[in-house]
């Protein structure tokens, strides 16, 4: 299963992808504004994706609130470095990333976009002319482009956003075999305030008009939100696509009620299924929700969550059953909260038709302290669409939800004091799973554990890590952002952490706050905790001279010590700003630890600006089940130079070469659930770009591996299988 979502905002569209919610508060009654809506992304790619990052960001400026101070301040050269080649390299691009493709595979795309300049007095507006996009497979083999000139109408005059909708489909315009892609559109008019939106869909290597434009299959008179795939292994495909539009009166009331205006304004969710005979999309649910009814803090809570369950789509929509507060005339009158309310919970099955099969009513009061400025109630604000639950609470086939209350508190205009509950299909109350959170982090599963969250709570003016199995809700350890080792002084961490499996348990990296320094050289330190969290060990990282800030990326999969190098030291990817000839560098740097045969460390790669630009993003595609970093640079803040790693670093690019394209039946394959059997012979998995990443004799359990597509060789057999 896959499931792609993104944010339409009014202003353009962006592309967010998230593993985490973040309790950010706002000021109460501001009203809906779709810009802030983080529709999160399930399918991770990365613990670097930019949803993960920015929860780890947003906690540390909580723990270091007090202390300005990032970390210390080193004053010398730059070190030397020598840079592997990259297996493939793109650019000058507009832009790039990563794209759902077919059979659970992750594909790759570029985006190259012409504009027309139009010079005026004081400065130069650029008008969108055409784009051209182009696709890759999992083995950077180009598969097909599209290109199309932008179709103005008379009254509309620049595009501040053009995207590409990043999930490849292939039958849900027709049935041809095709591949098919979505370009979404902002368009601004000449009318100030009113931006159009539309969806343009178009087949690779299909049709071209006369002048050599792609045409256009199908068009969405609004942009795609949310997208669905809920094709089963071995079936046909089955793709849901949502669209979310705002709604507002035509005209003021001429009594300046504007509290009249704000009942009459509304979000319309439509979701569409496979498209007819005329190609295009069937709407399958409409569903209005008035802005003053959107659940949670109505700014940031999602109100629609899709997913899959046994093979079942579903579509998950949430509102309050009457508006949060009471009536009020002006923003800036002292909006009172409504005493009860309850939040409302509709599920749908998606088909042909969409049939609602539950509702459920979580009846709620506003907490009566008197700091207490408002009580917001919200599912998908702890793992998105993983806080509904079919299976885990109960057998009845209805659904359980985790529920987020988050208080607004007096004086905490940055966080949201939330807690975290356990509700039934009837409304009723289950367990806690964690109550008076300052924020929280979803860490990696680990097979034969329940799924994990650090939750982040204030003790004795100290912030704690709470870490919760969040099926019991059990509190597995409680960590002290200070760290005491044997007496030592107390030395503060980060919330930079995951967890990684340790033979049938786990243990946890966290970045420590501050490095430490011998002969000029600066060494950033990594505690690993075991599940209790007592202290286990610390891994110190050459980082070299002129550090002026540097963080980690922690995360699973990128934890293991033969994700970036084959041998067994532990490597850390870090992203380093150095003071250089009196000016910053800011640079890449995977990097060994400490060790008694590397006593200094050692550089595994290392990525300084250069010729290509200035470094701009960095994401090992390590939980994709694809061995590839991608590294991205710009030379002038409007194109990108992208190279493509291909790891382990020190591995060669090819593990099974032609073996695949022709092999013969010597061995029997059964791939049952998470095994792959094939008596006497050894079994061998390998990523989809012929790496070598496990193997066993008579079977081989895959459990432990992240969801993806991947190739299962015995003998002279070898299979395609997607976990």
Not at 16 to 24: M, R
Not at 58 to 72: E, G, M, R, T, Y
Not at 492 to 520: C, F, H, N, Q, W
């Amino acid at each position: 299963m896959k499931i792609f979502t993104h944010i339409v905002s009014v202003a353009a569209c962006a592309l967010i992808a998230s593993s985490a919610a973040v309790a950010v508060a706002a000021p109460l009654g501001v009203g809906f504004d779709a810009a802030t809506y983080v529709h999160k992304n399930m399918v991770v790619r990365s613990g670097l994706d930019k949803g993960r990052s920015a929860t780890i960001d947003h906690i540390n400026v909580l723990l270091n609130k007090d202390d300005a101070a990032a970390s210390p301040m080193f004053n010398a050269a730059a070190r030397s470095y020598s840079v592997p080649d990259p297996t493939v390299t793109f650019g000058p691009v507009s832009t790039f990333g990563d794209i759902d493709g077919p059979d659970g595979e992750v594909w790759f795309y570029t985006m190259n976009i012409e504009n027309t300049a139009i010079k005026h007095e004081y400065f130069t507006e650029y008008r969108l002319k055409s784009y051209t996009v182009n696709i890759y497979d999992s083995q950077f083999k180009e598969i097909g482009s599209i290109h199309d000139e932008m179709d103005y109408a008379a009254d509309e005059i620049r595009v501040p956003a053009c995207v590409l909708l990043p999930s490849v489909t292939k039958n849900f315009f027709n049935d041809d075999a095709k591949y098919e892609l979505v370009i979404g559109l902002a368009v601004n008019t000449t009318t100030p305030g009113i931006t159009r939106y539309r969806s343009l869909a178009y087949q690779l290597n299909g049709e071209k008009d006369s002048d050599g434009s792609d045409k256009i299959i199908a068009t969405f008179p609004e942009l795609i939100c949310n997208v669905l795939d809920a094709t089963t292994e071995g079936g046909p495909e089955n793709i849901y696509m949502s669209t979310m539009t705002e709604y507002f009166p035509t005209d003021f009331p001429e009594n300046g009620d504007m509290w009249q205006y704000r009942m009459e304004s509304f979000v319309r969710v439509q979701i569409y299924g496979k498209a007819g005979q005329d190609g295009q999309p069937i709407e399958i649910l409409s569903y209005d929700m008035c802005h003053l009814n959107l659940p949670g803090n109505q700014e940031t809570s999602p109100f629609l969550l899709t997913l899959s369950d046994g093979g079942k789509p579903y579509a998950v929509l949430s509102h309050y059953k009457e508006t949060l507060f009471e009536p009020y005339n002006s923003s800036d009158e002292d909006m009172v909260q409504r005493k009860e309310n309850a939040l409302i919970i509709d599920v749908y099955e998606l088909g042909s038709t969409a049939v609602r099969s539950q509702q459920t009513v979580i009846p709620f009061k506003k907490d009566s302290e008197d700091d207490v400025i408002g009580s917001f109630y919200s599912i998908g604000d702890l793992r998105y669409s993983q806080d509904v639950n079919f299976h885990d609470f109960d057998n009845s086939g209805k659904a359980a939800f985790y529920v987020t209350k988050g208080n607004k508190v007096v004086g905490s205009d940055e966080v949201l004091e939330s807690s975290y509950y356990v509700y039934m299909h009837d409304g009723t109350r289950k367990s806690t799973i964690f109550e008076h959170s300052q924020s929280t982090l979803p860490l990696s599963d680990i097979a034969g554990c329940e799924p994990q969250n650090m939750f982040v709570s204030l003790g004795n003016n100290q912030y704690v890590f709470n870490f919760v199995d969040i099926l019991s809700g059990k509190v597995v350890s409680s960590v002290n952002q200070y760290l005491e080792i044997d007496n030592s002084d107390p030395d503060p961490l980060l919330s930079t952490m995951d967890r990684v499996a340790d033979g049938s348990s786990y243990k946890y990296a966290v970045e420590m706050r501050y490095p430490i320094e011998e002969d000029d050289i600066a060494y950033m330190r990594i505690a690993w905790l075991n599940a209790d969290g007592t202290p286990d060990h610390i891994d110190e990282v050459n980082m070299g001279k002129g550090v002026n800030y540097a963080k980690s990326f922690l995360e699973s999969k990128t934890l293991d010590p033969t994700t970036f190098h084959s041998d067994k030291h532990q490597e850390y990817i870090l992203l380093i700003k150095r003071g250089v000839n009196g000016g910053t560098s800011e640079e890449l740097l995977i990097g060994q630890t400490r060790t008694e045969e590397y006593p200094d460390g050692r550089d595994i790669l290392y990525l300084p600006p250069g010729e290509k630009g200035f470094l701009v993003s960095v994401v090992p595609y390590s939980a994709a089940g694809l061995p590839t970093l991608a590294v991205a640079y710009s030379p002038d803040n409007a194109t990108f130079n992208v190279d493509y790693y291909t790891l382990p670093l020190d591995a060669p690019h090819s593990g099974i070469g032609e073996t695949i394209s022709d092999v013969v039946s010597e061995a029997d394959i059964v791939f049952d659930g998470n095994t792959a059997y094939a008596e006497g012979f050894t079994i061998e998995l390998y990523s989809i770009h012929g790496m070598l990443i496990a193997s066993a004799t008579d079977r081989l359990d895959i459990s432990t591996f992240p969801a993806g597509a991947y190739i299962v060789k015995a003998g002279n057999t070898a299979k395609k299988i997607i976990k």
